[in-house]
C-alpha cells in the first residue's frame, strides 16, 4: 500500500512558479506511474502529468505542456511538478496519484492511491 504526502501549494501571482512535492511511502516504486490531477472549484478532477518511475517517461495534459514539468527523486521516493508561467486557470487543488502498471492512463479512477490534496491559487 503506497502513501502519498502532498505539500508546497499556495498563493502565487499570474506569471509566477511553485513547486509542489509529493513523498511516497510503503511500496517500491519500480512498478509504478505517479502522477498529478487537480480539481478546481465544481469542477470534475483531471489529470494535469504522470511519470513513468523505472523509465523516466513523462506526460502532460495540452493544458500545462510547455509551462510544467514532473520529475522524480531517484534517490528517494518524491515526485516533483515545477509550475511556471501559472495562469489564474491554475487555480485548484492539486493531487499526487499512483497506480501499479506499466501501460499509461490518465483516468483518474483507474489511480489507486491519493493523497490529501494541496491547494494552489493563482491570483490575477
Known amino acids: 500500500q503506497v502513501q502519498l504526502v502532498e505539500s508546497g501549494g499556495g498563493l502565487v501571482q499570474a506569471g509566477g512558479s511553485l513547486r509542489l512535492s509529493c513523498a511516497a511511502s510503503?511500496?517500491?516504486?519500480?512498478?509504478?506511474?505517479m502522477a498529478w490531477f487537480r480539481q478546481a472549484p465544481g469542477q470534475s478532477r483531471e489529470f494535469v502529468a504522470l511519470?513513468?518511475?523505472?523509465?523516466?517517461?513523462?506526460y502532460y495534459s495540452d493544458s500545462v505542456k510547455g509551462r510544467f514539468t514532473i520529475s522524480r527523486d531517484d534517490a528517494g521516493s518524491a515526485v516533483y511538478l515545477q509550475m511556471n508561467s501559472l495562469k489564474p486557470e491554475d487555480t485548484a487543488v492539486y493531487y499526487c496519484a499512483a497506480r501499479r502498471s506499466k501501460i499509461l492512463t490518465i483516468t483518474t479512477d483507474l489511480y489507486d492511491h491519493w493523497g490529501q490534496g494541496t491547494q494552489v491559487t493563482v491570483s490575477s
Open positions: 511519470i513513468f518511475w523505472n523509465t523516466g517517461r513523462t
Open positions: 510503503g511500496d517500491t516504486l519500480s512498478n509504478y506511474i
